[in-house]
């Protein structure tokens, strides 16, 4: 097999401990072992990613390593009777851009099951648009709507709402008619809301509670939370009765201190979302949705695209104040 050369973003150890990310050439005789090598033409860029790019090693034990825990593209090369050359692909999560070689190069390769069929009325541009961000965001609403949340039922808050995740619950959640409250604790962040189409802008003073009490008055039917921590524990005391919250996140905190009581005299749900190991059958019932019903032609207005040349400086900005929206990553020439 000839060894074809590409460019990647690949992040090294220097002697002195620190983590150093250039493009450099790279061979696909690199590549790890896998029965699909797939060309990227876009990636994007996620929080997990900024983590791999710094040298956490709870995300990427092994360096020099290419992040990316999103790709999208056309196979190059299948082992796997399922594919053949030119099927375009969709890769999101699995150890994609972890400890496998990520969507930060202009190829992969990796096991056939981690790959979804690009879904017909999604190109490879408008999926990295969503990227892992998207797809989070869709299971997120997934489990409102399969907790019967109707929108005549009441608001849901979004936390953290001007990042990846929450920009994409927001429109989603505005599509199909709902009611969307969302905390915003900088200023400088309100037109960006109020372009998503929030119905209600509110300050951090007003969601955080630190008394002792253990519940308070219902105000939101569910919520979408992706910060964690004290924002979290004070959103399940002010849930409605046999309300929901999909937590996803921790950029404020992976700490949750709470009671019981929301869950025992409210009967409410707190559940779960690992997008990395969603299940197949969940992969192709969201992302399918994400391409008809749930489509989201407004969201290219709030992504910011860039090449391998700029990935360096966005991703150091990722671990500090993340400008708006989302990031996508063009790698094909
Ligand atoms: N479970 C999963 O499958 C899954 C998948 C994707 C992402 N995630 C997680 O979800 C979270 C959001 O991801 P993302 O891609 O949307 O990240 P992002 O684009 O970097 O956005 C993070 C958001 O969190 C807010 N934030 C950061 N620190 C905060 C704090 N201390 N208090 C309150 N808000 C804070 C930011 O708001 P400001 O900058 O405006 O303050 C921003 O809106 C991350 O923790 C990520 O790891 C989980």
Redesign the pocket.
């Known amino acids: 097999m000839t060894n074809s050369h590409f460019d990647a973003f690949v992040v090294r150890e220097t002697a002195e401990g620190r983590f150093e990310g250039a493009v450099e050439s790279k061979g696909s005789d690199e590549l790890p072992e896998g029965s699909l090598r797939i060309q990227v033409d876009y990636s994007s860029l ?3 990613d900024a983590l791999s790019a710094s040298g956490n090693r709870g995300v990427t034990r092994h360096y020099p390593h290419t992040p990316g825990i999103d790709a999208a593209g056309v196979v190059l090369e299948s082992a796997d009777p399922r594919w053949k050359a030119g099927d375009p692909a969709l890769v999101t999560g699995y150890d994609l851009g972890m400890n496998t070689s990520g969507g930060f190069g202009q190829q992969i390769r990796i096991p056939a099951e981690w790959a979804l069929p690009l879904p017909g009325g999604l190109n490879a541009e408008d999926a990295m648009a969503l990227g ?2 998207g797809f ?1 965001a869709a299971i997120c609403l997934d489990r409102l709507i399969g907790h019967s949340l109707k929108p005549d039922h009441g608001p849901i808050l979004v ?8 920009t994409v619950a927001i429109l989603l959640l505005k599509k199909l008619g709902y009611r969307v409250e969302a905390m ?3 200023t400088d ?1 309100t037109p960006y809301l109020s372009s998503l189409g929030v119905d209600e802008i509110l300050d ?1 003073a007003s969601v955080i509670d630190s008394s002792s009490k253990p519940l308070l008055r219902g105000r939101w039917v569910g919520a979408v939370d ?2 964690g921590g004290d ?1 979290l524990a004070s959103v399940l005391k002010q849930i409605q009765k046999r309300g929901i919250v999909a937590c ?5 905190s992976h700490v949750l201190q709470t009671t019981v009581l929301p869950f025992i005299l409210n009967g409410i749900t707190l559940t779960g ?4 190991n969603a299940p197949q059958d969940e992969r192709e019932r969201l992302w399918n949705r994400l391409a008809t019903d749930w489509s989201l032609p407004g969201l290219s207005r709030h992504v910011r695209e860039i090449g391998l040349g700029q990935l360096d400086s966005e991703l150091k900005q ?1 671990l500090g ?2 400008p ?1 929206g989302r990031v996508r990553l063009r790698l094909k020439d």
């Open positions: 996620n929080y997990k892992t961000a989070t936390t953290g709402g001007s990042g990846g995740v929450g915003n604790g900088r962040r951090p992706t910060v924002i996803c996140g921790n950029a404020a979302t690992d997008s990395a990722m104040s993340t708006p």
